[in-house]
């Protein structure tokens, strides 16, 4: 927050009747600031999508080393949830790469830009939400396929698997939602507190 700190004391120095800085000085401070902020989430955005990429490839080759199945078929809706988030992503890197602080009023700029960044954010933790239970019961319902569905239903029937499906998926929905909150908090989270206490400031 150096330059944050920087402009406090040029509107400190103003109050005391020492000489400001140009309003062209200060511009450009913002200007730095936010674009180091938004450089930062772009670069996170990147890892994603690289990552994304790279997996989907390897799932797609292993895909191939698979009998028709449960694994496979659920490798193939893996696939089509990463082409999905490949859409997200780039979507993303468009709404941060059009953000030019030097254009217009660069509060304005930053209230839109903040307020996208925002839904994306939200519309990411809530899909994991849903999707988390959604493969988790897909998965389910491939294996139920594949050992035959008169077999899974009495296995069903017992106490005892019935207890043990609920206790793994407790714990794996929490586990889940603990891991996707700490995940999406380090790479965007934060960045976006940045963002808005710059807002915060620049309304002040």
């Known amino acids: 927050m150096e330059e944050l700190d920087d402009l406090k004391q040029i509107w400190k120095s103003h109050e005391q009747g020492y000489e400001p800085k140009k309003e062209s000085e200060i511009a450009l401070m913002l200007q730095g600031r936010s674009n180091s902020i938004i450089g930062k989430i772009k670069r996170n955005v990147w890892f994603e999508l690289i990552f994304t990429i790279a997996c989907s490839i390897a799932l797609l080759v292993y895909a191939f080393t698979l009998e028709p199945g449960a694994m496979m078929w659920t490798i ?108 999406l908090r380090k790479l965007y989270g934060n960045h976006l507190m940045k963002l808005k206490e710059l807002l915060n400031e620049l309304k002040g």
């Open 76 to 183: 193939i809706s893996l696939l089509i949830l990463f082409a999905a988030y490949l859409f997200y992503y780039v979507k993303k890197l468009i709404l941060l790469g059009s953000f030019d602080p030097s254009d217009g009023n660069i509060k304005t700029s930053l209230e839109h830009l903040y307020r996208k960044l925002t839904i994306y954010i939200n519309f990411y933790r809530k899909s994991y939400a849903v999707l988390y239970p959604v493969y988790f019961f897909l998965g389910i319902f491939f294996g139920a396929l594949e050992t035959g569905i008169d077999g899974f239903l009495d296995k069903m029937r017992e106490p005892k698997t019935v207890v043990l499906l609920v206790a793994f998926a407790g714990a794996f929905f929490v586990f889940t939602f603990v891991i996707t909150n700490l995940y």
